[in-house]
């Protein structure tokens, strides 16, 4: 049988139910609507967790549930069957549809996408009052800007991630990022596109302060993708609170880190356990982050300082960079034509157990990579290449304690034949003649 669509909700009925912040009382009382069943006679935590394992539609404006009881319809205002939950703002029509429906109920989210080119009306500021992970995309045109930034305005207030990308005007910039520094919630920072600030030099630099001074639980700081200010908010935000950030990514092929920018990080972000960076920025800052675990680097035309390349060649000398290498337990690699250097740092990183390898030239550097590569490595994945027969069997050579593997999306599994052994199978992947 076909099911009949959901349906659409206008703006008014958007305005028609109030924000819920609190749990309503759940208690059934007698002459209640409850019914005499299994399912009513559940206490509140049981029934709540039953309804946060149900589909978004059932528990939206509108759904079955909301449609049982009065007991049941105040369950889904409640928090706790929507905090698992992600809505997103698309293309689709069921999307938007659903999206309009649940806002309204739902007093709190896990996280709220809006994809870009998608018209957003004003009427889905209505509703929500609490969403933990904000991630909105503009391409300058839709949505339109001041809707950008309502959408910020609102939803990031009690937000703990936020993903802002797009190119925005400098009016609409330089309030977006004001309204960001007000987020008191607000652990994780991603800024990718081209912010537009004011004309002088000054004001720029003031906004930017501004931010790195707000956002007092700040702890991780992503701006790969920001175009013109990425160094300059890194600097700003490295020294304002560079000893509370745990993660940071600095700006990547767009801009150019300066030395000055790199020695503020390195002398100010020592508890760093996270960074991202290209392969001569991240030489540069690495010796001085003994808390290190986490290290993405990807190849932007500058190549390492030789005495580094030195330093890690030479296996016996205790330098500092060498000394924190040997502390990593993940590895990203985008690589380049030449791989000395990636080599190098695998040599040096004997407790690495995550390595993730991409790039265009993969397949010709996989033999000699996996051959640098620490045995520790349990889990492997690979990007950008076909995966033959001959692969998956030097991949079991090099990595006798894999216990993972994704290799440009092809399944593998690990099957242990013994304690302290493995064996890697590759799924449509015969072993060579």
Not at 26 to 51: C, F, H, I, K, Y
Not at 132 to 145: A, Y
Not at 294 to 314: E, G, I, M, N, T
Not at 340 to 355: H, I, M, N, Q, W
Request: glycine share 6%.
């Amino acid at each position: 049988m076909a099911s009949t669509a959901a349906p659409s909700v206008s703006s008014d009925l958007l305005r028609c139910e109030p924000d819920v912040d609190t749990a309503p009382q759940m208690d059934a009382e007698p002459g209640s609507d409850v019914p005499e069943s299994l399912m009513g006679a559940l206490p509140t935590e049981l029934l709540l967790q039953v309804l946060s394992l149900l589909p978004t539609e059932a528990l939206s404006y509108g759904g079955a549930v909301r449609n049982v009881c009065r007991r049941w319809r105040r369950a889904t205002e409640c928090a706790s069957p929507w905090r698992h939950r992600d809505l997103v703002w698309s293309s689709s029509p069921r999307d938007r549809d659903l999206f309009l429906r649940a806002a309204v109920v739902a007093p709190e989210l896990r996280a709220v996408t809006f994809q870009p080119g998608v018209h957003v009306p004003e009427c889905i500021l209505q509703g929500c009052s609490r969403v933990r992970h904000l991630s909105l995309t503009s391409n300058g045109v839709c949505p339109s800007e001041d809707v950008v930034l309502a959408l910020v305005q609102q939803y990031s207030a009690r937000a703990e991630t936020l993903r802002l990308e797009g190119n925005l005007s400098r009016a609409v910039s330089t309030a977006v990022l004001h309204a960001v520094a007000a987020c008191r919630q607000l652990r994780s920072l991603r800024l990718a596109g081209t912010l537009r600030l004011p004309g002088d030099g000054a004001a720029a630099v003031a906004v930017l302060q501004a931010l790195a001074k707000g956002c007092p639980g700040l702890r991780e700081l992503d701006v790969e993708r920001l175009s013109d200010w990425g160094p300059r908010l890194v600097a700003e935000v490295a020294a304002a609170k560079g000893t509370q950030l745990t993660s940071l990514v600095l700006p990547g092929r767009q801009s150019v880190v300066d030395d000055k920018v790199l020695q503020l990080v390195a002398s100010s972000c020592g508890g760093l356990s996270a960074l991202g960076a290209d392969y001569a920025d991240a030489v540069a800052v690495v010796g001085h982050l003994p808390g290190l675990r986490s290290l993405r680097l990807w190849y932007s035309y500058s190549a390492p300082d030789p005495v580094v390349l030195h330093q890690l060649a030479a296996r016996g000398r205790q330098d500092a960079v060498s000394a924190n290498l040997a502390r990593l337990e993940h590895l990203s690699v985008e690589l380049a034509t030449e791989t000395k250097f990636v080599e190098l740092v695998l040599g040096a990183c004997s407790s690495l157990r995550s390595l993730r390898l991409s790039g265009d030239f993969l397949a010709r550097q996989v033999d000699v990579l996996l051959a640098a590569a620490p045995y520790t490595v349990e889990h492997l994945e690979c990007c950008s290449f076909s995966l033959a027969g001959r692969d998956a069997w030097v991949i079991r050579g090099r990595l006798p304690r894999l216990r993972a593997a994704v290799l440009n999306g092809v399944a593998c599994s690990v099957t242990a034949q013994r304690p302290g052994s493995a064996t890697l199978t590759v799924h449509h992947c015969p072993p060579p003649e």
